[in-house]
């Protein structure tokens, strides 16, 4: 294995960034650090994104205040309207920090996945959280479930506005013009393999369109949840909240990749803690599935080939599942000391991959 050591002499920092005005001009420009440890190649080298150093703590920080940016200049909205979404939770209080900074009211409907922190969070910002705990009769979908109850809310609220996130060209803008060009402009524009988790498809259409637009080589990996239905896959038990969707969405209808990989909830926990044992990162759940869908790739790829993943959140809200090894047994059947084997082995976990 590549190792380095760390070091903080003045040459090894970057200039700080200048101040700003107002938290939500403090989205953006995450850092992008070089994981020397991650993968047993050291002929491959890797960069991750993290976007739990946004202020909200995810990558939704960036398309949640550009919606609500964009409808205001374009006088979609006003300071009486309110702002009502469905989020799986980081959507949530990355609308609620806008919301509140702007003086708007919010109501965020989720379901019962959303972790708690997140919840708390949002009705910290000053947002009305609704859970919903039970899915849609018709379809057994939770998503379906929390966009019903949207559309009630917003049938019955006078100046209402819906940004959604599911099919609004300001969610993928705001990847394309912050998270990839970010990355694509510290890297020089020389990255041959992406790796993109996906919940709504936001993230993934937004690099999509920034790289096509430049004519990048770049190869996109989308990391989706067995048990989502995102790109046409069967429905199916998913625990971890903000990575897949029980339904395709405006977004996810022709987006374009060059591969899929399909991570399970154990190949989350898994690939969380490996960020955790081999490069001290503590990532949520869809972080740890681009870490195992890396993995899984990484024997195909060409010596000297650079990789960029996108870790989307940060794993304080997943302490009680994903960092908990009563949970993980509980609710996937996999001990401790099974974990801690997997976890140490350096074999790939079964990840499904294709084109
Ligand atoms: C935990 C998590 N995983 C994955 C994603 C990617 O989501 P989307 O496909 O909706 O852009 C996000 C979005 O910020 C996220 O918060």
Redesign the pocket.
């Known amino acids: 294995m590549n190792r380095t050591t760390a070091r903080s002499s003045d040459s090894s920092r970057s200039r700080p960034r200048s101040p700003v005005v107002g938290v939500l001009a403090a989205i953006g420009d995450t850092p992008l650090v070089a994981l020397d440890r991650y993968l047993d190649r050291n002929d491959i080298r890797v960069w991750a994104k993290l976007?739990a150093a946004n202020p909200g703590g995810?990558?939704?920080d960036r398309?949640a205040a550009r919606m609500i940016q964009d409808a205001l200049e374009l006088g979609v909205i006003t300071t009486d309207t309110t702002v009502i979404e469905s989020s799986?939770?980081?959507?949530g209080v990355g609308l609620a920090q806008a919301c509140r900074y702007h003086g708007i009211r919010l109501i965020c409907v989720v379901d019962h996945r959303a972790h708690e922190t997140n919840v708390r969070v949002m009705r910290a910002l000053g947002a009305e959280v609704r859970v919903v705990s039970e899915p849609d009769p018709v379809t057994g979908d939770l998503l379906t479930a929390r966009l019903d109850l949207v559309a009630e809310l917003l049938e019955g609220t006078p100046d209402s506005y819906w940004p959604d996130?599911y099919g609004n060209a300001s969610?993928p803008a705001a990847?394309a013009e912050g998270t990839m060009r970010e990355i694509d402009e510290a890297l020089d524009g020389d990255l041959d393999y992406l790796f993109?988790?996906?919940?709504?498809?936001?993230?993934?259409r937004?690099c999509c369109d920034y790289l096509r637009g430049r004519e990048r080589p770049t190869r996109i990996v989308a990391v989706d949840a067995i048990g989502s239905a995102l790109f046409g896959g069967v429905r199916g038990r998913r625990l971890l909240?903000?990575?897949g969707a029980g339904i395709a969405t405006d977004?996810s209808t022709g987006a374009w990749f060059d591969h899929l990989v399909h991570a399970s909830d154990l190949d989350c926990v898994i690939g969380c803690r490996r960020l955790v044992a081999r490069e001290a990162i503590f990532g949520?759940?869809?972080?740890g599935a681009v870490a195992v869908a890396l993995e899984a790739l990484a024997p195909t790829m060409a010596s000297g080939s650079r990789c960029a993943a996108i870790l989307?959140?940060g794993g304080t809200g997943y302490l009680g599942t994903v960092y908990d090894d009563r949970w993980v047994e509980r609710e996937l059947g996999c001990s401790a000391r099974q974990l801690d084997e997997r976890v140490e082995g350096r074999g790939i976990p079964a990840l499904s991959t294709g084109a």
């Open positions: 976007e995810s990558a939704k398309p799986s939770g980081n959507m996130q969610n990847h993109v988790a996906t919940s709504k498809a936001g993230t993934l937004g909240p903000g990575f977004l949520g759940a869809s972080s989307p959140d």
